[in-house]
């Protein structure tokens, strides 16, 4: 089995960091695409960034040039740096990752439970 856990996520005025977290752990040969999604009250599950194992990224419209993207791949963890935060990026944040669990299985997407980000206005 394959477990993602978040953390990171809380309280924060408007304009202020917060740093996410998401270590991906279990049965994993390989981990090609990392990401972060995020879900606002009665909104639906949108992307908010994506890395490959390569390091390639890709942003929502609404967050390039304040959040950032990484990940370490010798700890299978993705890291979600988000600078000058505005109250419409409140939502719950969820980790995605593309795994592999051995040699010649294929990708299967696993989520995080999600942690909750709250900016204050």
């Keep these: ?10 309280l924060v005025q408007a304009g202020g960091s917060l740093r996410l977290s998401c ?3 279990g049965n994993i040969f390989s981990i090609n695409v990392m990401g972060w999604y995020r879900q606002a009250p009665g ?13 390639s990224t890709n942003y929502a ?5 304040r959040f950032t993207i990484s990940r370490d791949n010798a700890k299978n963890t993705v890291y979600l740096q988000m600078n000058s935060l505005k109250p419409e990026d409140t939502a719950v944040y ?3 990752a593309g795994v592999r669990r051995w040699v010649t299985d294929g990708f299967y997407f696993y989520w995080g439970q999600g942690t909750q980000v709250t900016v204050s206005s």
């Design 94 to 96: 969820y980790c995605n």
């Design 43 to 55: 909104k639906q599950r949108e992307l908010v960034a994506t890395i490959t194992s390569g390091g």
């Design 61 to 65: 419209d609404s967050v390039k040039g």
């Design 23 to 25: 270590a991906a752990s």
């Design 1 to 10: 089995q394959v477990q993602l856990v978040e953390s990171g996520g809380g």
